[in-house]
């Protein structure tokens, strides 16, 4: 079974580019959910949506920062413009459940660099 | 925000040593997950607790859900190279539509 799907699997970019993030998640999975990690902060949750709404964006940092999930298999996080403090990897996970918070399956991630 | 207290951050241990480590919060939790990072790629989840006293295996893993609801503790026994990586805990407030917050995970290598 193909599992969480993300792409690009690692980007670099120069500051003031804007950057885009895809994700498709398990097919019949109802919430998904972006993640951001790096060493000194750890796995931090940015957004998630439930049944393709946005439930809670209070962990994305700044307004640079925006996530869309226009249909159920497909979501991206836009940042626009990078800032070098952007670098980071990018998770996506998706979850079966409602209120998305038991058992999240997590995709291989986007390494972004932004020099 | 809420705050899980994973510990230790790391450990550095011989094949074949049994290996245990702990998060701990506050707040009264209704799930607790464990999961394992291997490098460059996304965590993967070993262990799933719902039940305050439960304790549940998978293979040589075995992990508790902590009777106040306030932490939960992993084991690995008999450690290969293989598990290596960074350990994770995650926990669910007792509330609902609330998402999972995670520990700052525990690096675990392991020397043959």
Not at chain 2, 56 to 77: C, M, P, V, W, Y
Request: charge should be neutral.
């Amino acid at each position: 079974d193909a599992g969480v799907i993300q792409s690009p699997r690692h980007e670099v970019t120069e500051m003031g580019q804007e950057v885009t993030l895809r994700c498709k998640p398990i097919s019949g999975h109802n919430s998904l959910f972006w993640y951001r990690q790096t060493m000194m902060r750890g796995l931090e949750l940015l957004i998630y949506f439930n049944n393709n709404v946005p439930i809670d964006d209070s962990g994305m940092p700044e307004d640079r920062f925006s996530a869309k999930m226009p249909n159920a298999s497909f979501s991206t996080l836009k940042i626009q413009p990078s800032e070098p403090r952007d670098s980071a990897v990018y998770f996506c996970a998706s979850s079966p459940r409602l209120a998305g918070s038991n058992e999240q399956f997590f995709g291989p991630g986007t390494r972004l660099t932004v020099l | 925000g809420q705050q899980l207290n994973q510990s230790p951050q790391s450990m550095f241990i011989q094949e074949g040593e049994d290996v245990s480590m702990n998060c701990t919060s506050s707040s009264i939790f209704n799930t607790w997950l464990w999961y394992k990072q291997d490098p460059g790629e996304g965590p993967v989840l070993l262990i799933a607790l719902y039940k305050a006293g439960e304790l549940t295996s998978n293979g040589r893993l075995t992990a508790q859900f902590g009777i106040t609801r306030k932490d939960s503790f992993l084991n690995i026994s008999a450690s290969i190279p293989s598990d290596v990586g960074i350990y994770f805990c995650a926990g669910r407030l007792n509330q609902a539509g609330t998402a999972l917050i995670f520990g700052k995970g525990t690096t675990l290598s392991v020397s043959s």
